[in-house]
């Protein structure tokens, strides 16, 4: 069973610091992995993919992946209080052909 | 054109009503998906249409009918739901599959459904 782990939070960071967040999986297979953001009431939004081991980076947000330990982390680098959402860890196995699985989701709220 | 459109947004049913959701997208995706997600849960797979050809159902019960009339369009039919239906239903989008995987999908901004 494929299973994906996010801490929960809340996660309270100050306005201008790195918010760290992290994901587990559980099968090795999986290939690809997504952040999504998603605000109270609105459906998820893409933020970023990463199919590689190592880091990808766009504009405030660093996609981190290791394989090895199974282990995904978002870093989102000079948080701003409409960075307050909650991020989701999803990865998928069979080139995408069964579907996402979403971890639970971090609650990120950024203090002014 | 890089968007998903629902409709309707929202949707008050009865248990003995028979609706339908509706699902668009013109990015000549052909993989298209329907999830469920309740209050503070992440979103839950239901079907995954792949080529306009069902692929996967998650155990999902007969009260939900999916269908894929063309590869821009997919419905989610409702029948005889029960209040703990209520939820936010969502369709997405992604590219056609491969190794690579698919490039992340493109979610619809969902139909929000309660059942009374």
């Known amino acids: 069973q494929k299973e994906v782990e996010q801490n929960s939070g809340p996660l309270s960071v100050p306005e201008g610091a790195i918010a760290s967040l992290n994901c587990t999986y559980s099968?090795?297979?999986?290939?690809?992995f997504f952040w999504y953001r998603q605000y109270s009431g609105k459906s998820p939004e893409l933020i970023m993919f990463i199919y590689s081991n190592g880091d990808k980076e766009d504009g405030r947000f660093t996609a981190q992946l290791n394989k090895a330990s199974q282990y995904v982390s978002l870093l989102i680098r000079d948080s701003q209080p409409s960075d307050s959402a909650t991020y989701l860890c999803?990865?998928?196995?069979?080139?995408?052909?069964?579907?996402?699985?979403f971890g639970k989701g971090t609650h990120l709220i950024i203090q002014p | 054109d890089t968007e998903v459109t629902q409709t309707p947004k929202h949707l008050v049913m009865g248990m003995t009503n028979k609706k339908s959701l509706k699902c668009e997208q013109h990015?000549?995706?052909?993989?298209m998906y329907w999830y469920k997600q309740k209050a503070k849960k992440p979103p839950e797979l239901m079907f995954v249409y792949s080529y306009e050809k069902l692929s996967i159902n998650e155990s999902v019960p007969s009260r939900f009918s999916p269908e894929c009339p063309n590869s821009s369009l997919l419905n989610l039919h409702l029948h005889a739901l029960q209040p703990e239906d209520s939820a936010l239903y969502l369709c997405a989008s992604s590219q056609a599959i491969g190794l690579q995987g698919a490039r992340g999908y493109t979610f619809g901004s969902g139909t929000r459904l309660t059942v009374v």
């Open positions: 099968d090795r297979g999986s290939q690809s």
């Open positions: 990015m000549g995706h052909r993989a």
């Open positions: 999803a990865v998928n196995t069979r080139g995408g052909a069964d579907g996402l699985t």
